[in-house]
């Protein structure tokens, strides 16, 4: 049962231009959400997050929008650089209060100069 | 201030063989999840730990796997008898409190021959 889903595998966008990455979940209780960029053989790191209460937070060149009657989220990076290129997952902490995150499988964004 | 260390970074193991994966936190954090990402995946939790407590262990699989944080020393994943399922990218992640942003290690890459 995937809770929290990023349904594209992949992006390819210019750079300068803005990259959209998608999200959606299925459970409604969710009020915390987060986003990571992972490069290969690396950890992911933190970028941006947002709480329920909010439908927007702004981050410089990140930027994560959050509509919770369609259960979806999206990062916009804006303008998109060749080092933006990674696996970038979406996030979800689990409501029970315990802090685990719930992550969606990934998109790779690809930005070509 | 050092970020969430892991080691070894990479370990190979023959199965059969005993694997053990450490984690110390960020300085000041007393909350680590560990998660594992299998090939082409997301990062699945794994289990929740506070200093000499075992918070939660819903992701943790019933045999072979166990996990402890003792007050003084890293925290260490500990999988028995590895077979080549085993074989993925673990990761570890601190928190000051529970339910807030994670902060994620390099990562330890299992490889089971």
């Known amino acids: 049962d995937q809770q929290v889903k990023q349904n594209s595998p992949s992006l390819s966008v210019q750079e300068g231009r803005i990259s959209i990455l998608n999200c959606d979940y299925t459970n409604s209780m969710f009020d915390y959400f987060l986003w990571y960029k992972k490069y290969p053989a690396e950890g992911p790191t933190f970028l941006i997050s947002?709480?329920?209460?909010?439908d927007k937070n702004e981050d410089g060149r990140f930027t994560v929008f959050l509509n919770k009657s369609a259960k979806h989220l999206s990062l916009h990076i804006v303008p998109s650089q060749p080092g933006d290129s990674a696996v970038y997952f979406c996030a979800a902490s689990d409501p029970g209060n315990t802090g685990k995150l719930i992550f969606g499988q990934g998109t790779t964004l690809q930005v070509k100069p | 201030n050092a970020g969430v260390m892991q080691n070894p970074r990479h370990l190979v193991r023959r199965r059969g063989q005993e694997a053990r994966l450490r984690c110390s936190p960020m300085?000041?954090?007393?909350?680590v999840y560990w998660y594992r990402q299998l090939p082409e995946e997301g990062l699945k939790f794994m289990v929740y730990?506070?200093?000499?407590?075992?918070?939660?262990e819903s992701g943790m699989p019933k045999e072979r796997f166990s996990a402890e944080f003792p007050k003084e020393g890293p925290s260490i994943l500990r999988i028995q008898q590895v077979v080549r399922g085993d074989s993925a990218a673990y990761f570890c992640?601190?928190?000051?409190?529970?339910?807030?942003?994670?902060?994620f290690g390099p990562g330890t890459r299992l490889l089971v021959l």
């Open positions: 300085k000041g954090h007393s909350h």
């Open positions: 730990l506070q200093k000499e407590n075992i918070i939660d």
């Open positions: 947002i709480s329920s209460i909010k």
């Open positions: 992640a601190s928190s000051q409190q529970g339910p807030e942003t994670q902060y």
